[in-house]
Antibody, heavy 121, light 107 residues
């Protein structure tokens, strides 16, 4: 059974940093591309970042480019999102999601339950 | 960027009803549309792939239709357990984008 378990959310001040983790199990983590998606309060979902299975290719939404860094440790079956220079508009539930197919194709087939990030003074 | 316009934002249904949720794309995305169901505090569940294909294990009362720019998720004979938030995702082009979601309430 595929499981994705996010952690690391919390309250942080504007300009601060936070690192999210997503522990994966139930599939061959190193072969599957992964992604972070977020949902701000009362808003729809927004794709944030994606990474290939090897970690060699990364992709970012314009809204987080230069501030967020996605990475993965395939030896630990864990996905990360380093978030720097956080803004109030980054407040959201952050989900990790697994791509259905190689080369980041097909959309997502599995999601985690999410971790809440609140940026506020 | 492809904008997905999903409607309605909220709907209330009675058990046994047929429910339709629409997702309109701002450009042609072929059949590169997925649908998901999410209940509060739970992980989203993948229910429809490539616009019309039911994901294995999903009850057959769920179905999807459409191609190009107009897509519909249909729930036939809706049940109380179908109360959830439903959203669409286009995976035709980068960046991947989502509809605004539909909250379905069962009376």
């Amino acid at each position: 059974e595929v499981q994705l378990l996010e952690s690391g959310g919390g309250l942080v001040q504007p300009g601060g940093s936070l690192r999210l983790s997503c522990a994966a199990s139930g599939f061959t983590f190193s072969t599957d591309a992964m992604s972070w998606v977020r949902q701000a309060p009362g808003k729809g979902l927004e794709w944030v970042s994606a990474i290939s299975g090897t970690g060699g290719s990364t992709y970012y939404a314009d809204s987080v480019k230069g501030r967020f860094t996605i990475s993965r440790d395939n030896s630990k079956n864990t996905l990360y999102l380093q978030m720097n220079s956080l803004r109030a508009e980054d407040t959201a539930i952050y989900y990790c999601a697994k791509f259905r197919a190689p080369q980041l194709r097909g959309g997502f087939d599995y999601w985690g339950q999410g971790t809440l990030v609140t940026v506020s003074s | 960027e492809t904008t997905l316009t999903q409607s309605p934002a909220f709907m209330s249904a009675t058990p046994g009803d047929k429910v339709n949720i629409s997702c309109k794309a701002s450009q042609d995305i072929d059949d590169d549309m997925n649908w998901y169901q999410q209940k509060p505090g739970e992980a989203a569940i993948f229910i429809i792939q490539e616009a019309t294909t039911l994901v294995p294990g999903i009850p057959p009362r769920f179905s999807g239709s459409g191609y190009g720019t107009d897509f519909i998720l249909t729930i036939n004979n809706i049940e109380s357990e179908d109360a959830a938030y439903y959203f669409c995702l286009q995976h035709d082009n980068f960046p991947w984008t989502f509809g605004q979601g539909t909250k379905v309430e069962i009376k």
